[in-house]
């Protein structure tokens, strides 16, 4: 294979990847670190430091269109960012001292319930009976935004913030305590905790990773990680797939959008208890 199909390759398959992280919320790095690892043969580091770029990329990307269209709740995002940066910071001060088997362990049982959870809920649209959380209504968390697929706008009320804001820094302690990426989490906590809009979750999800791949961004360029042959294309394809993905998400159900999550959350469950029961390294 020539450079010039390598890079093309790469390209395409990111422009995918950017699609399926706009409307999952996920940035797209949970899918280009195993192409690029086994199809690619991409070393793990330059390939964690290109996903690290597709997140910001995605999330950039998706930021304009999701804004326009109401679905992504910035002041939720920020306010749940702070459970999540706090949890990050614990995790990452807890490397070596806490059982990364163990917890990982719990984690996988946790994504297990929400997978059962999700599908419970999988074909519910939009819950109208639920009642604001006087938290969420004192910080100003509840929304709005316009469904094409429904042809009405939707007022949505966050529930059980409290609950939510745990599940954030849990997210959080995991990404920081075993350096992998928690937008899975994020998403469900907003859809299955907070009883939020799948598609408001997504969205919301998507400019939350924004700001921690950021932060984390620095770290991967000082250790050389981010090579340009790589990482050029990944961020140009993964930026155009945002934008495509944000297109096509308002064209979506919430009940679509939670069918396309769910393989994902049963991937990541079964992959974090094989881990954890030690049978994968």
């Known amino acids: 294979m020539n450079d010039v199909a390598f890079l093309s390759m790469i390209l395409g398959t990111s422009t995918v990847a950017g699609v399926l992280g706009a409307i999952l919320g996920l940035g797209g790095g949970i899918l280009l670190v195993p192409l690029l690892t086994l199809f690619f043969g991409v070393s793990l580091p330059y390939a964690m430091?290109?996903?690290v770029l597709s997140v910001i990329a995605t999330s950039c990307g998706a930021a304009a269109g999701h804004l326009s269209s109401g679905l992504a709740n910035i002041r939720l995002g920020l306010f749940l960012a702070l459970f999540t940066v706090t949890g990050a910071l614990a995790g990452a001060s807890l490397v070596g001292v806490m059982p990364a088997r163990a917890?990982?362990?719990l984690f996988g049982l946790a994504l297990a319930y929400s997978a059962f959870t999700t599908i419970r809920q999988l074909h519910v649209e939009v819950v109208d009976s639920l009642v604001?959380?006087?938290?969420?209504?004192?910080?100003?968390?509840?929304?709005?935004?316009?469904?094409?697929?429904?042809?009405?706008?939707?007022a949505y009320h966050a529930v059980h913030v409290r609950a939510g804001a745990a599940v954030m820094f849990g997210a959080g302690l995991l990404s920081g305590l075993l350096g992998i990426g928690s937008g899975a989490f994020k998403v469900l906590a907003m859809d299955t905790v907070m009883r939020l809009p799948m598609k408001v979750s997504t969205a919301t999800s998507n400019f939350m990773i924004g700001l921690t791949a950021a932060a984390s961004a620095g770290v991967y360029f000082g250790r050389g990680d981010i090579h340009p042959v790589i990482a050029t294309p990944v961020a140009l394809g993964v930026l155009v797939g945002s934008f495509i993905g944000?297109?096509?998400?308002?064209?979506?159900?919430?009940?679509?959008?939670r069918k396309l999550f769910l393989p994902i959350v049963l991937y990541l469950a079964l992959s974090m208890l094989l881990h954890g029961l030690g049978v994968l390294r």
């Not at 604001?132 to 939707?154: E, H, N, T």
């Not at 944000?246 to 979506?252: A, D, K, N, S, Y």
């Open 49 to 51: 430091g290109a996903s």
């Open 103 to 105: 917890l990982q362990t």
């Open 132 to 154: 604001a959380d006087p938290l969420a209504q004192r910080f100003g968390l509840d929304g709005v935004y316009g469904d094409r697929v429904l042809g009405r706008d939707v």
């Open 246 to 257: 944000t297109r096509v998400i308002g064209r979506l159900s919430n009940t679509t959008v």
